[in-house]
T-cell receptor, first 115, second 115 residues
């Protein structure tokens, strides 16, 4: 059973460009979470999605950031008009359950660098 | 806001010595508790978790943690450090006080093992 897959692993964008980060959850998992890791900080929750639904986006910046998890295909985290402060590692996690006690399985992350 | 505290961003330990990483949470309602490990340029891997039941939890790679409700703590230990334990360790919580479906992370401990 393949783990959580994320691509690309590294992404370089110039200021003002768009960044698209993809996440394929583990087989059988319908719950996807996105986290951001800034230097010298722990991971911060961004958004929780189930298939075709955003359940909790309270950790997402109000502007420029959006996420989706379509019926078919991977979950996408989209950052429009990137700025230097968006440079970070973005991790996706999936779980078979949507409860707090369920383990979340993490992907290897996408490291975004904005130049 | 509810929080997770990990003291000491960098922890040095001699090979063969005890590893002790401290984690305290702030909610009055005991959360679900997790320890994750992150190796360089990789995603997070679950070491162990506490949901209910026995308060001493054993995990992978010889690690264990004890939930102490009276101290609101979930400290991670390993009796004898190995060079391969060099990594970053994150304490995380979930549950109703933290948004239930998300993990809230501490800032992490970077563990260095000295030969």
């Amino acid at each position: 059973n393949a783990g959580v897959m994320q691509n690309p692993r590294h992404l370089v964008r110039r200021r003002g460009q768009e960044a698209r980060l993809r996440c394929s959850p583990m087989k059988g998992h319908s719950h996807v979470y996105w986290y951001r890791q800034l230097p010298e900080e722990g991971l911060k929750f961004m958004v929780y999605l189930q298939k075709e639904n955003i359940i909790d986006e309270s950790g997402m910046p109000k502007e420029r950031f959006s996420a989706e998890f379509p019926k078919e295909g991977p979950s996408i985290l989209r950052i429009q008009q990137v700025v230097r402060g968006d440079s970070a590692a973005y991790f996706c996690a999936s779980s078979p359950l949507g409860t707090g006690e369920g383990e979340q399985y993490f992907g290897p992350g996408t490291r975004l660098t904005v130049t | 806001a509810q929080s997770v505290t990990q003291l000491g961003s960098h922890v040095s330990v001699s090979e063969g010595a005890l590893v002790l990483l401290r984690c305290n949470y702030s909610s009055s309602v005991p959360p679900y508790l997790f320890w994750y490990v992150q190796y360089p340029n990789q995603g997070l891997q679950l070491l162990l978790k506490y949901t209910t039941g026995a308060t001493l939890v054993k995990g992978i790679n010889g690690f264990e943690a004890e939930f102490k409700k009276s101290e609101t703590s979930f400290h991670l230990t390993k009796p004898s450090a190995h060079m391969s334990d060099a990594a970053e360790y994150f304490c995380a919580v979930s549950g109703t006080a933290y948004g239930n479906n998300r993990l809230a992370f501490g800032k992490g401990n970077q563990v260095v093992v000295i030969p």
